[in-house]
């Protein structure tokens, strides 16, 4: 029996597009929380280190270098407190117009300490900038040296690059899934596609099965250890000796002629008994 080929193209195809669909689904997380863990790590870093806190109401100044910029972030003991901080920066040019923070709102609770982003900046120019903050007593303000564009290109970074991925992973999968089922189609056109992927039958029967002798002509498959069967006959059956094969030189067998045509005998002829003698005359 012929062995199954193999259909090409292999599944290397789908599981590669696999992967790149779960690499895509990574990335798609893993963006975002990038760019929120960069933006909460930096906050955590100035609760920690408590270096830039400055107590509100407040008037600091800071000197940037060309293309600085930052979040604004309110401190405090209580989300209230750190919600209530307000704040404008100006510079060499006048008052800066932030960025809203209501538009990459964040808050939480760091080791007691709440914060919440008030506002961001960004590509400002060299010089010197004063930050004026107000808010409820014991509330305080700080500067993060990241920008709401590095925070957003990571997030929509990690999406796109996400996409992008899971596109070319399901793009993949798809064409191997096709082309596997047209090879397929080929290979049953071919022969090879009998049921169970056994060759086709040859025409008027089906090869015999495994361990099987090959069919005579016109009879069908001996099963194992069977003598195989004489021309045009059938195999004997188990325990039964197979029949002796007749004597090509043997005389004919003597044919017996009937016998010679007699006519059949005549019926005997029916018996005759004399009638009595009448009586004696009565004297």
Do not use: H
């Not at 990574?26 to 806190?53: E, M, T």
């Not at 003991?77 to 800066?96: C, K, M, Y």
């Not at 056994?198 to 495994?210: E, L, Q, S, V």
Request: hydrophobic share 40%; proline share 17%; charged share 10%.
């Amino acid at each position: 029996m012929a062995d199954k080929p193999k259909v090409k193209p292999g599944t290397a195809g789908i599981w590669i597009g696999i992967l790149l669909m779960v690499l895509g689904l990574g990335s798609c997380i893993g963006g975002p929380v990038w760019g929120i863990w960069g933006l909460v790590g930096q906050v955590q870093d100035i609760v920690d280190s408590n270096d830039g806190r400055v107590a509100v109401p407040a008037a600091q100044t800071y000197t940037f270098e060309d293309g600085a910029s930052g979040i604004i972030v309110g401190l405090g003991d209580s989300q209230a407190d750190a919600s209530s901080v307000q704040a404008t920066l100006e510079g060499p040019n006048g008052v800066i117009t932030l960025n809203d923070g209501e538009s990459y709102s964040s808050s939480g609770d760091l080791n007691g300490t709440f914060y919440e982003l008030v506002a961001g900046f960004d590509d400002t120019t060299a010089g010197t900038y004063t930050l004026t903050a107000t808010g409820n007593a014991g509330a305080e303000v700080a500067i993060v040296p990241l920008s709401v564009g590095t925070v957003g290109s990571r997030v929509l970074g990690g999406l796109a690059i996400g996409a992008v991925l899971g596109l070319i992973g399901l793009i993949l999968m798809i064409v191997t899934i096709v082309r596997r089922s047209k090879a397929k189609k080929r290979a049953a056109a071919s022969g090879f596609g009998g049921p169970g992927g056994y060759p086709a039958a040859a025409p008027g029967g089906y090869p015999p099965a495994p361990g099987m002798a090959p069919p005579a002509p016109g009879g069908y498959p001996t099963a194992p250890g069977m003598a195989p069967p004489a021309p045009g006959g059938y195999p004997p059956a188990p325990g039964m000796a197979p029949p002796a094969p007749a004597d090509p030189y043997a005389p004919p067998p003597p044919v017996s002629e009937p016998p010679a045509w007699s006519p059949p005998p005549a019926p005997p002829a029916p018996s005759q008994t004399p009638p009595p003698p009448p009586p004696p005359p009565f004297s």
